[in-house]
């Protein structure tokens, strides 16, 4: 019968327990303490500073993720699910009580969003109807572009993000969505903490922002994200600046 990696992990950790309760000479017959690190890609092995940067190196080498959590920034709470690659980024954004779709291409930028976004707060309802529902072209010198393209942005998104911040120090082994992790946190979780995973490639796969900013999850790293131009019929371009919003 063949051992899956999580039964391998809990039965280690069911037979350290019960370890600890033998007595030398006596107790359990037999009982050796299992190598947490058997099985697993090794980074738990290494000084917390060294998986940190393990870590950062892989996700900036990867082609593309999948993250999804909430983000503040500028006294604001995200909700994002988005799904980035070298590229470009599709995804949708939740803030204020609001919803709306983004995505890249290239340099060109996009954001979708039903008529109550664009006529929040007393917006011009007859331009938030033509809007609609559609992927609006946004331009590079609107405000719009420069608050939303870094949520589409890999690369500067996840350098941002994963850092941590105080003295790093490796704080157990932990699981998150099936997965076996090491934790490295800062100034004991205050400077915020990072989960990487033992299986595979060590990616980061669970983000705690320091400073209660947010927690984020990380998956699907180097899987296809198709980011391809919207079809000309859901497309609009407003022109030099969006309306308010």
């Known amino acids: 019968m063949t051992v899956t990696p999580r039964r391998r992990f809990r039965r280690a950790a069911l037979l350290g327990a019960l370890c600890a309760l033998a007595v ?3 107790g359990l017959a037999g009982c050796r303490a299992e190598d947490p690190d058997a ?3 090794g980074v738990g092995k290494l000084p917390a500073a060294a998986i940190h940067s393990k870590a950062l190196a892989v996700a900036g080498s990867a ?3 999948r993250l999804h959590g909430t983000v503040e920034a500028g006294g604001s709470t995200y909700t994002l699910d988005m799904r980035l690659t070298a590229d470009g980024g599709t995804g949708s954004v939740a803030a204020g ?3 709306f779709g983004l995505l890249r291409v290239g340099d060109q930028l996009y954001l979708k969003a039903d008529a109550g976004f664009w006529s929040h707060d007393g917006g011009d309802e007859a331009a938030a109807a033509k809007l609609a529902d559609k992927y609006v072209k946004v331009p590079q ?17 996840l350098e941002g993000l994963l850092t941590l911040h105080g003295t790093l120090a490796t704080d157990g082994r932990h699981e998150q969505g099936g997965v076996r992790t090491i934790r490295v946190s800062g100034d004991g979780g205050s400077g915020g903490s990072l ?3 033992l299986e595979g490639t060590p990616y980061p796969v669970r983000l705690v922002r320091a400073g209660s900013a947010g927690t984020l999850s990380f998956s699907d790293w180097d899987k296809d ?7 000309e019929d859901e ?6 600046q969006l309306p308010a919003s």
């Open 39 to 41: 099985g697993t890609n």
């Open 97 to 99: 009580g609001t919803t």
């Open 235 to 240: 497309t609009l371009d407003y022109g030099k």
């Open 225 to 231: 994200v198709p980011v391809e131009e919207p079809a």
């Open 195 to 197: 989960d990487v995973s």
């Open 141 to 157: 010198g609107d405000p719009a572009y420069q608050k939303f393209s870094g949520f589409t942005d890999k690369d500067d998104l």
């Open 24 to 26: 030398t000479g006596a």
């Open 63 to 65: 082609g593309a993720v």
